[in-house]
């Protein structure tokens, strides 16, 4: 059974900082392109971030240089770290993950990130 959990999100300050974690199980986590996507009420869902299997990155453009995703083979773990937090990064993250040849993708429940202005 495939199983991506969520966790660090929270209520912070604007101009402060977050890291999410996302463990994942039942999948062979180093072949599988990792991602952070949010939603917030009323808007639709939308990629942050991006990490595939040979590392290459990108980036939703509204957090460049203020977010950083990462992951830990080792671990089954992907991250994400939000540094100066803005209001409209308020939203629900879902953690995801999908197969590069199958693209069978998977999906966390999400963890709530709140940011107060």
């Known amino acids: 059974q495939v199983q991506l959990v969520e966790s660090g999100g929270g209520l912070v300050q604007a101009g402060g900082s977050l890291r999410l974690s996302c463990a994942a199980s039942?999948?062979?986590?180093?072949?599988?392109?990792m991602g952070w996507s949010r939603q917030a009420p009323g808007k639709q869902r939308e990629l942050v971030a991006r990490?595939?299997?040979?590392?290459?990155?990108i980036y939703l453009d509204s957090v460049k240089g203020r977010f950083t995703i990462s992951r830990d083979n080792a671990k089954n773990t992907v991250y994400l770290q939000m540094n100066s937090l803005k209001a409209e990064d308020t939203a629900n993250y879902y953690c995801?993950?999908?197969?590069?040849?199958?693209?069978?993708?998977?999906w966390g429940r999400g963890t709530q990130v709140t940011v107060s202005s």
């Open positions: 995801h993950a999908d197969h590069p040849r199958t693209h069978q993708n998977y």
């Open positions: 990490i595939s299997s040979g590392g290459n990155i």
């Open positions: 039942g999948i062979i986590f180093s072949i599988n392109n």
